[in-house]
């Protein structure tokens, strides 16, 4: 972000380095996300380690002594020391590092501007060889950041728009290519666009631009308060969700790397983290949060530390910790979206990692209110509901729960029964009846699994229709014995956009709608 320091409180210095402050945490304690898929990283500000860093995270982004402006402040006279000390902090503790940032046009050396294009070109290769060489055990590295908000002063010396629209960018990518060792993750990193249909567009575009070029490796997404709670108002989680996911579905993996809920007070803190953080911790697609800063006095965003200058949590941190080591929400199977279901319905969800049970409600009520036909705790991933009332919709949800508690509940699932009360002894175990499911994932980047389910031999068709109707692929069309089956769907030769899968199986007719993002 524009003019985007690291403020630090003089008296808290003086509390750390008098042994007056209590910041270890309680014994016992592990890293946050210790032994997850995902990490959970911070930023780590010129010349200041917390001696409770390990603590609590495991990843490194320096907050500012990576960027040209802070390492070259008059031509050809660099400071590395205090990058060089973060760096060597993340690399001996096995944490990954990185690289923040190449290219911005906020914090750049006053002398640039000064030089003409030629020249310009010749000093940004210069910076970012140097860079490449010297931190060679870099995970990843912000090779431009903030491309939309902040072009630099030196954009034209690397080709301005061009061709492209975007040549400065796509140059910048291309010696980072060059001068960085391989395996390094090159990461475009912007703000403001998770809450923005239009900005995640036009995100996309550039990202689309980088990744046929071979260029890009990763998507960063800041994620301070802002991007959630804007003037007055607070975004859409459904909208952030949707977008997240449009990214996601391209295939690139996507990092939250400036994470941070600004509230001077704890209950509203606590309450945008439990509202927006699993937004990101659950996506798959997303496989890191870094932090921008933790501590009080040591922060961009002042109010977003997560621990007071005496040592002591705030109630979101708490919570976070609670929170990360719960189970992820389950996906449920079926039914969803069907009508006529049995009155007696088999539930079926997908298993989440680290669950000893799972807890199922099943309503009438769209808000889980009032009667709850089916409140229980199980330990499979299948449960037979006691015979419901005929030709009502129903809701159900589930939520997996282990040692440190329940985690969220999954999406919520809709289906009406039908009058029929199915024979358990005779169908348990088998396919029930047909069926198809809701295909997974959804949206999908460029393939994703149909599943269904026939309970005699039949005659199958599985084709995929455009919102016009005509049909564009057809995956199964053939006699297929009794059974479960899993098809998977290849979109690569279509346009993004809305599909439709039809199921036809003798009279058996069922249709579900898939998004393809590209």
Not at 132 to 139: A, F, L, M, N, Q
Not at 477 to 495: H, M, P, V
């Amino acid at each position: 972000m524009s003019g985007k320091k690291t403020a630090f409180s003089f008296s808290v210095m003086f509390l750390l380095l008098s042994g007056a402050v209590a910041l270890m945490p309680t014994q016992g304690w592990s890293q946050l996300a210790a032994g997850k898929g995902t990490f959970l990283g911070n930023a780590i500000t010129t010349g200041l380690f917390w001696p409770n860093y390990s603590a609590y995270w495991n990843q490194v982004t320096p907050g500012n002594a990576g960027k040209w402006g802070s390492v070259e402040g008059g031509q050809d006279s660099y400071n590395w020391v205090p990058l060089d000390d973060i760096y060597n902090f993340a690399i001996n503790n096995r944490y990954p590092f990185r690289y923040h940032c190449l290219v911005w046009g906020q914090q750049q050396p006053r002398w640039i501007a000064s030089l003409d294009s030629a020249s310009q070109r010749a000093q940004v290769e210069e910076w970012i060889r140097l860079a490449g060489e010297k931190y060679g055990s870099t995970s990843f590295v912000d090779v431009v950041n903030e491309p939309f908000h902040a072009v630099p002063s030196y954009a034209i010396g690397l080709g301005g728009n061009g061709s492209t629209g975007w040549d400065w960018v796509v140059t910048a990518f291309r010696l980072a290519r060059q001068y960085f060792f391989p395996g390094v993750k090159l990461t475009l990193n912007e703000y403001s666009i998770l809450h923005d249909n239009n900005a995640t567009s036009n995100l996309l575009r550039l990202v689309d631009t980088l990744r046929v070029r071979g260029l890009i490796d990763a998507i960063g997404i800041q994620g301070h308060s802002f991007e959630f709670k804007g003037d007055g108002y607070i975004h859409s989680p459904g909208a952030i969700k949707f977008n997240l996911q449009r990214l996601t579905a391209t295939g690139v993996p996507v990092y939250i790397t400036e994470f941070d809920i600004n509230d001077p007070n704890d209950s509203l803190q606590l309450h945008y983290y439990q509202q927006y953080f699993p937004i990101f911790w659950e996506e798959p697609g997303v496989k890191g949060i870094t932090f921008w800063g933790y501590m009080q006095g040591d922060m961009w965003q002042v109010n977003g530390y997560l621990i007071r200058s005496n040592g002591t949590e705030r109630p979101a941190l708490q919570w976070l910790r609670k929170y990360i080591n719960s189970p992820l929400p389950p996906v449920l199977i079926s039914p969803s979206g069907t009508a006529g279901e049995p009155r007696n319905p088999l539930l079926k969800w997908r298993s989440s990692a680290t669950a000893t049970s799972y807890h199922v409600q099943l309503t009438a009520s769209a808000l889980f209110g009032g009667t709850m036909p089916v409140d229980t705790i199980v330990a499979d991933t299948v449960l037979r509901v006691d015979p419901l009332d005929a030709n009502i919709r129903y809701y159900w949800r589930v939520s997996a729960v282990n040692d440190s508690g329940a985690g969220s509940y999954s999406t919520v699932a809709i289906f009406t029964t039908g009058d029929q009360v199915v024979a358990v002894e005779e169908t348990e175990g088998r396919a029930m009846g047909f069926m198809l499911e809701q295909n997974y994932p959804n949206p999908f980047n460029p393939t994703t699994v149909v599943s269904s389910q026939l309970p005699v031999v039949s005659n199958v068709k599985l084709a995929i229709y455009d919102l016009l109707g005509r049909e564009v692929a057809v995956l199964v069309d053939e006699r297929r014995a009794a059974g479960n089956y899993q098809d998977t769907f290849d979109g690569s030769g279509l346009a993004s956009g809305v599909y439709v899968c039809r199921m036809t199986a003798g009279s058996y007719v069922s249709s579900r709608q898939m998004i393809l993002i590209k």
